[in-house]
């Protein structure tokens, strides 16, 4: 594989002007992306996430040319976005929150047509990557339909069909399930998962649905206050930042003696006893657990509760400042 993003050093300032009394008046300079490096491999799709004003989308105007940065190195396709902006739009596709690449009052399929001629692609390769979209995102249904009288989840996958045309190497997606209902979301995730599964398009995902990442995203990307903070599979932020499994264990009678484990703690006790949830730290495994509760215990029923992402993002963001 080819790196085909690669920032070293990235950042982008924003001069403010806040208020320094009644009538005065100061600036002071913001940095919105505070020296980011990454290196993104062709194939690749990464979760790109952080709280509101992280820097998430000024990231990805950088590397779509939209912003120029302050300071640092960065190429995408091989290009550097803003001075080669008009040569990376055609290897890259774009679907940003909201903003749409459709026309309005025109039927969904003539915006294709247009979108076609706007990157010079030919008939017969737009007509296979077309009919590849109908069919996973089921378009067919509304093609016919002005943009305007479509609902949010049926622009959405007109926005991805219409970013996906002219065959892009890289997808940046912004938010691509913001708003939808659950069977909307449900259709945009699979057809993501069986374009990522190809390894032809490079996807980078920014999103505030965690649900998206953890179905989607081997590789999650978390910067906090412009500054990268993790880089890694989703596994490694769990055990990085302390988040554990838990057991839930339910048992004919009380325990007589509550059992000492290293790295297994009780953190509830319900009906009467009956029922535990144990919280563990990697140090001693479920099966491990359970065997030793056997041993001691006539066991009922037993169920093992996987970390969620949004405790692990939630610890990072509320941490104290360095």
């Known amino acids: 594989m080819s790196a085909v993003i690669e920032t070293r050093g990235l950042r982008k300032q924003f001069t403010v002007r806040v208020q320094a009394g009644w009538l005065r008046r100061r600036t002071r300079v913001v940095a919105a992306v505070d020296g980011i490096d990454l ?19 000024t990231t990805l105007k950088m590397l779509t040319g939209v912003l120029y940065p302050s300071a640092g ?19 890259i596709g774009v679907v940003f929150g909201q903003r749409s690449q459709l026309w309005w009052d025109l ?11 706007v990157y010079a692609v030919s008939a017969s390769d737009s007509a296979a990557r077309l009919s590849r979209c109908r069919r996973l ?23 991805l069909t219409a970013a996906l045309l002219h065959g ?9 399930t913001i708003g939808l209902d659950l069977v909307s979301k449900q ?6 998962a069986a374009l990522g599964a190809t390894g032809d398009t490079t996807i980078v995902l920014t999103t505030h649905d965690l649900a998206d990442i953890e179905r ?8 906090d206050q ?8 989703l596994d490694d932020l769990h055990a990085r930042y302390g988040s554990r499994r838990r057991l839930v264990v339910d048992l004919d009678e009380p325990l007589a003696v509550e059992l000492a484990l290293p790295g297994v703690t009780v953190e509830s006790t319900q009906a009467n006893g009956r029922r535990i949830v144990y919280a563990l730290d990697g140090a001693v495994t479920a099966g491990e657990l359970v065997s030793r509760l056997a041993e001691v215990a006539a066991l009922r029923d037993i169920s093992v509760l996987e970390p969620a992402i949004e405790d692990v993002v939630a610890r990072i963001y509320t941490r104290p400042a360095p």
Do not use: W
């Open 39 to 57: 290196t993104v491999e062709r194939g690749e799709m990464i979760g790109y996430i952080g709280p509101n004003g992280a820097g998430k989308s």
């Open 73 to 91: 190195h960065v190429r995408v396709c091989g290009f550097e976005p803003v001075a080669q902006r008009t040569r990376l739009a055609r290897r």
């Open 107 to 117: 039927p969904l399929h003539e915006s294709f047509t247009l979108l076609r001629h």
């Open 137 to 159: 995102l089921e378009l067919d249904a509304f093609l016919d339909v002005p943009v305007r009288q479509l609902s949010l989840g049926q622009r959405m996958r007109g926005e």
């Open 168 to 176: 892009p190497d890289i997808l940046f997606l912004d938010e691509p």
């Open 187 to 192: 259709a945009v995730r699979a057809f993501l």
């Open 216 to 223: 989607l995203c081997r590789r999650l990307v978390v910067i």
């Open 226 to 233: 412009g500054r990268l903070v993790h880089d890694g599979p």
